[in-house]
């Protein structure tokens, strides 16, 4: 190194005694060593050091009421039937529609018979009288066209939307279709039942 005074160069080289007279002060860690360090204590605090107690959170489970929805022998293909589910409350409106080939949670012989959400996933709009029987799609949404697909768990196909349907899981007993659960977040809730 050229034209480089002295004192700092020994300053850098780690002359710490000419480095106070230099006016500067060699960094206590380098680079190397801060990367190291700081993968460690992140090691530390994600995994937990072995032999400390765990904290115990339990789990939350949601139970959902068993709701009687239609009954399998009177659903047309195509043709959607609406209920609300999981309760009365906001964003519950729901759809029941025999598609006609299988689809992803489809229940019956055929695995044909879905129910998803009514309300869009990404700013809530309605999507009551959207179902497309040629696609089996459910939209566009009028507010920013998301159109999702329900022969697979309802994912979004185009526009906004970064979240599938919230899908409604259903269960058969002889000809009763039930509603027994949510599969998915319904839009602008932090729980799915408001109870």
């Given at each position: 190194m050229k034209n480089v005074d002295p004192k700092i160069l020994a300053a850098i080289n780690g002359n710490n005694g000419e480095a106070e007279k230099a006016g500067t002060r060699r960094c206590l860690m380098n680079r190397r060593q801060f990367l190291l360090t700081g993968g460690i204590a992140t090691t530390v605090v994600m995994v937990g050091i072995p032999g400390l107690a765990q904290a115990q959170t339990p789990a939350a489970v949601s139970t959902y009421p068993r709701k009687l929805i239609a009954k399998l022998s009177?659903?047309?293909?195509?043709?959607?039937?609406?209920?609300?589910?999981?309760?009365?409350?906001?964003?519950?409106?729901?759809?029941?529609?025999?598609?006609?080939?299988?689809?992803g949670g489809g229940i019956g012989p055929e695995k044909d018979v879905v129910a998803f959400n009514y309300t869009c996933t990404h700013q809530g709009g309605p999507l009551q009288g959207t179902y497309q029987a040629a696609d089996k799609a459910l939209g566009p949404c009028p507010l920013h066209l998301t159109t999702f697909d329900l022969t697979?768990?309802?994912?979004?196909?185009?526009?906004?939307?970064y979240q599938s349907l919230p899908q409604v899981l259903l269960e058969l007993d002889g000809d009763d279709i039930y509603a027994v659960g949510m599969f998915g977040l319904i839009y602008g809730r932090f729980d799915n039942l408001q109870g």
């Open positions: 009177e659903l047309e293909t195509d043709v959607p039937f609406d209920f609300e589910y999981p309760d009365e409350g906001e964003y519950a409106e729901s759809i029941l529609v025999k598609l006609g080939r299988e689809a697979r768990h309802g994912i979004f196909i185009a526009g906004q939307a």
